[in-house]
């Protein structure tokens, strides 16, 4: 019996040892170490591993290099030695990595609708649903916003942009790793806008303008109106857009300066004289009407979006917080508070402004009108502009 008990401890001490489960990292080296009777060799390799040591005698160490192509997962790995096989698992960790590939910048006339295809590869040895976002002073549309890339994949972005306002523009594109938010590529577009086909052959800055006379006759005598618009680029960084006409009751129409972080307007609308004015996260307006002076500010710096307003109506306040959702989605929670001189009263509410896809719509209390996170540039409610 003592006999038959040695005989199966030693058995049992030359059985073929090693791990059960190994973790590794792509691009790293992996150790196993080994312990059989005679020659051990692999018998099975999990992908992306390469064989370092091809085989070795009684016990020691097998090394191994996990290509950065290798899939993320577990995979098994065959051993053999002169008594027996076995399997040891070795689970490959998940690696992102994004590759963002934009085309040259382009040129078009204002007005124009330009598209920009992006092409957006997943480098990475996992599943990835990636997000997509797209900074650009000009009105633009991002598709798709999200998208999931399978290891190696390769997808289409588009960008298209609306050529209104400026002379030239840099959008810059992200794509941020749902495996991993430290792991994300960019790329940058240029766009040079020109006010009108052939402006470019010009030798210098280049204005477009219009003139207009008109006159009519009716029951109540003869009337007339001058009419004169200007529009394009002073300098590389200010353009200028105005359209005024004069029909013997005042000014009517517009006249703006845009500039790199900057802006100044005037409209002039039935009687009602608006000057506004931006400067980086500031906006503010003054208003002249029959009813006497109004003005309002505001600061808008995400996700944070403020306005205030006096008239001789009253005054009105609001405070919103922006919360940027997947798939081009935007809520803003805001709240209002309004004070009305005569009769003297006061409002309070909130509600929620709603931005997909640079559409907006605003759900909130009636009676208080203005939501927070309206742009300065002709869009501060207040007298001549809607909702004011």
């Not at 490959?92 to 330009?114: F, H, I, K, M």
């Not at 005598?221 to 009751?249: H, I, K, M, P």
């Not at 809520?331 to 929620?352: K, S």
Request: proline fraction near 7%; charged fraction near 20%.
């Amino acid at each position: 019996m003592r006999h038959l008990a040695l005989l199966l401890f030693l058995g049992l001490g030359l059985a073929l040892e090693a791990p059960d489960l190994l973790e590794v990292q792509p691009g790293a080296f992996l150790s196993l170490p080994v312990r059989g009777e005679g020659r051990v060799v692999v018998t099975e390799l999990p992908p992306g591993l390469t064989l370092l040591t091809q085989e070795l005698e009684g016990q020691g160490v097998l090394n191994f290099l996990v290509g950065l192509e290798a899939p993320a997962g577990e995979h098994p790995l065959g051993l053999r030695d002169s008594r027996e096989e076995r399997r040891v698992r070795v689970r490959v960790l998940p690696r992102a990595a994004l590759e963002l590939r934009v085309p040259p910048g382009g040129e078009g006339v204002e007005g124009e609708t330009l598209t920009y295809t992006l092409l957006l590869r997943n480098g990475g040895n996992a599943r990835d649903r990636v997000r997509l976002q797209a900074q650009s002073l000009l009105p633009f549309r991002l598709l798709p916003e999200a998208l999931e890339l399978g290891p190696g994949e390769t997808a289409e972005v588009r960008l298209e942009l609306r050529l209104v306002g400026r002379n030239r523009d840099t959008a810059t594109i992200t794509a941020y790793s749902g495996l991993d938010p430290q792991v994300r590529a960019y790329g940058v577009v240029e766009t040079s806008i020109r006010p009108f086909a052939g402006a470019e052959k010009l030798s210098r800055q280049a204005l477009l303008y219009t003139f207009g006379l008109t006159s009519r006759y009716s029951q109540g005598g003869f009337g007339y109106g001058l009419g004169l618009g200007l529009r394009g680029a002073l300098s590389d960084y200010v353009r200028l857009n105005a359209g005024l006409t004069w029909d013997g009751q005042g000014p009517r129409g517009g006249l703006e300066l845009l500039g790199e972080g900057f802006a100044l307007g005037f409209q002039a609308v039935e009687g009602v004289y608006r000057l506004e004015g931006e400067l980086g996260p500031w906006q503010a307006y003054l208003a002249a009407t029959q009813g006497g002076l109004s003005l309002g500010g505001g600061y808008r710096a995400d996700p944070w979006r403020v306005l205030a307003f006096l008239t001789p109506q009253g005054q009105r306040f609001s405070v919103g917080y922006a919360i940027s959702l997947e798939e081009g989605l935007t809520l803003t929670p805001y709240g209002v508070a309004a004070r009305r001189n005569d009769p003297e009263a006061f409002q309070g509410g909130g509600g929620v402004e709603v931005k997909v896809e640079n559409r907006h719509l605003s759900l909130g209390p009636p009676g208080i009108p203005g939501g927070p996170t309206a742009p300065a540039r002709r869009c501060l409610p207040g007298p001549g502009t809607p909702g004011g």
